[in-house]
């Protein structure tokens, strides 16, 4: 079932390359149109993502699609938090 009312909620990132990154490729693969309005940078980063394309499942899946893309920057040595 495909939602038609705007969204927007906030993340906490460790990193904002990364969760931009996340989006991307997300959008592509499951045309979604997640997009990321602000960041805030606080003790750690907090962005702020509106979506209008959307299944309820798909904020879920994006959530584990990014830990999946921070986890892979790790074992590569990429990142380091």
Known sequence: MEQNNELIFDVISGDDEVILEAI???NN???TDFTV???NYDEV???KIKVTKYKISDIFRL???FY???EKKRQKGE???
């Open 24 to 26: 991307f490729k997300y």
């Open 29 to 31: 693969m499951h045309k």
């Open 37 to 39: 309005l602000e960041f």
């Open 45 to 47: 980063v907090f962005a």
């Open 63 to 65: 959530g584990y699609f």
């Open 68 to 70: 999946s893309c921070e």
């Open 79 to 81: 990142i380091d938090w």
